[in-house]
């Protein structure tokens, strides 16, 4: 299994900047997506972005140009950095990793996830 804990939520002012963490535990060796989801009040979880081992990044429609996503050099950690925030981005920000079972099996694995209030 593989654990998530996030942080890094708050408040913020929007036009402002906020990063989030993700620091992953257990079978993290299995891991092969590291990412972000969020989910706003009334709407479906969505897509913020996720990032491989190699490096390959994949964004939601919302975050491109404004969000980065990176990992630490374990690996083991990711960060969402949130710039240019709007009030539609506030939601639950929710830490996500894939990890591959076998050759066609993966296990999806969520955080509790992080509330970002975007607000003045």
């Known amino acids: 299994q593989v654990q998530l804990m996030e942080s890094g939520g708050g408040l913020v002012q929007p036009g402002g900047s906020l990063r989030l963490s993700c620091e992953a535990s257990?079978?993290?060796?299995?891991?092969?997506?590291m990412g972000w989801y969020r989910q706003a009040p009334g709407k479906e979880r969505e897509l913020v972005a996720t990032i491989t081992p190699g490096g390959t990044t994949n964004f939601g429609y919302s975050a491109k140009g404004r969000f980065t996503i990176s990992t630490d050099n374990s690996q083991n950690t990711w960060y969402l950095q949130m710039n240019s925030l709007r009030p539609e981005d506030e939601a639950v920000y929710y830490c996500?990793?894939?990890?591959?079972?076998?050759?066609?099996?993966?296990?999806?694995?969520w955080g509790q996830g992080t509330l970002v209030t975007v607000s003045s």
């Open positions: 257990g079978r993290v060796f299995r891991v092969n997506v």
């Open positions: 996500y990793a894939r990890s591959q079972v076998s050759i066609e099996g993966y296990v999806e694995h």
